[in-house]
């Protein structure tokens, strides 16, 4: 692959992703696209129920467009990873480009992945029991391709295939696969909670408090907390996949910049 070079022309050293509230932003207002027109001059109400009839197809569609937005922007931060790793200078420009390269696999990837979510709300209003036949189904499909937006971006394969290469590499490489997404996941969960926390310790400022000090107080808390919030998720979804696109190297035997061979687990064989 080529090496891509920034706006001034010069060589870009670092990995520049696509901003990660970007991914948020694009995919609420695609699914907005498609939700507005349809409640607003069709009168349709989406949703997963039996009962929904054209419901069921605003929301398939609006969570698959959303769902194909998400995916491009986190194929373009893998792509970014990838060309690093690869000692290659890229840009927003690049890594896209990469993306969109896959877009055939990721449109794909995104129809399949609309299915399960669907299938996962359709549960849901089953009781407790679909409850936990929905947060089964997400638990698996989370663990079973924790590696395909790397296997597709890299490899060109399509759904079924990416798949059944995800879980494989998983299954060879389950430990260190666990101990950094934990590693990485902890202090963003603690950042989240204290994010929620100010939240809510401004949200009782305000409905509590009396007098112009409490209500600054409580809207700034408020903000601070709404603001915090939103943004831990975002950047935590983009070091997982830019963590995902590393450890899927690390699987294939190829090498991690950064990283000295001697902290890593030894590889199993493929």
């Given at each position: 692959?080529?090496?891509?070079?920034?706006?001034s022309?010069?060589?870009?050293?670092?990995?520049?992703?696509?901003?990660?509230?970007?991914?948020?932003?694009?995919?609420?207002?695609v699914a907005?696209?498609?939700?507005?027109?349809?409640?607003?001059?069709?009168?349709?109400?989406?949703?997963?129920?039996i009962?929904?009839?054209?419901?069921?197809?605003?929301?398939?569609?609006?969570?698959?467009?959303?769902?194909?937005?998400?995916?491009?922007?986190?194929?373009?931060?893998?792509?970014?990873?990838?060309?690093?790793?690869?000692?290659?200078?890229?840009?927003?420009?690049?890594?896209?480009?990469?993306?969109w390269?896959?877009?055939?696999?990721?449109?794909?990837?995104?129809?399949?992945?609309?299915?399960?979510?669907a299938?996962?709300?359709?549960?849901?209003?089953?009781g407790?029991?679909?409850?936990?036949?929905?947060?089964?189904?997400?638990l698996?499909?989370?663990?079973?391709?924790?590696?395909?937006?790397?296997?597709?971006?890299?490899?060109?394969?399509?759904?079924?295939?990416?798949?059944?290469?995800?879980?494989?590499?998983?299954?060879?490489?389950?430990?260190?696969?666990?101990?950094?997404?934990v590693?990485?996941?902890?202090?963003?969960?603690?950042?989240?909670?204290?994010?929620?926390?100010?939240?809510?310790a401004?949200?009782?400022t305000?409905?509590?408090?009396?007098g112009?000090?409490?209500?600054?107080?409580?809207i700034?808390?408020?903000?601070?907390?709404?603001?915090?919030?939103?943004?831990?998720?975002?950047?935590?979804?983009?070091?997982?996949?830019?963590?995902?696109?590393?450890?899927?190297?690390?699987?294939?035997?190829?090498?991690?910049?950064?990283?000295?061979?001697?902290?890593?687990?030894?590889?199993?064989?493929?």
């Amino acid at each position: 692959m080529d090496g891509a070079r920034g706006a001034s022309g010069r060589a870009t050293p670092y990995p520049l992703a696509p901003e990660p509230d970007a991914e948020v932003v694009i995919s609420a207002a695609v699914a907005g696209l498609i939700v507005f027109p349809a409640m607003h001059w069709g009168h349709i109400t989406p949703g997963f129920s039996i009962s929904a009839g054209w419901g069921v197809v605003v929301a398939g569609a609006a969570l698959g467009a959303s769902s194909f937005v998400t995916q491009l922007i986190t194929g373009a931060v893998v792509a970014a990873a990838i060309l690093r790793a690869e000692g290659q200078p890229v840009d927003v420009r690049r890594a896209l480009a990469v993306a969109w390269g896959r877009r055939r696999q990721l449109l794909a990837w995104a129809a399949v992945s609309t299915v399960v979510g669907a299938v996962t709300r359709f549960l849901d209003r089953f009781g407790v029991g679909g409850m936990v036949a929905a947060l089964t189904v997400n638990l698996g499909w989370g663990v079973a391709t924790v590696f395909a937006v790397p296997t597709l971006i890299v490899e060109g394969t399509m759904p079924v295939a990416t798949i059944r290469r995800s879980a494989g590499l998983l299954k060879r490489h389950f430990a260190v696969t666990l101990v950094s997404n934990v590693t990485l996941a902890v202090p963003w969960m603690v950042a989240l909670f204290g994010c929620l926390f100010l939240g809510i310790a401004g949200a009782f400022t305000l409905a509590l408090g009396a007098g112009v000090a409490s209500l600054a107080a409580g809207i700034l808390l408020l903000a601070v907390g709404a603001v915090g919030f939103c943004f831990c998720c975002t950047v935590a979804a983009a070091l997982s996949s830019y963590l995902e696109a590393l450890l899927y190297r690390y699987a294939n035997a190829q090498p991690i910049p950064g990283i000295d061979p001697y902290w890593l687990p030894p590889r199993l064989p493929a």
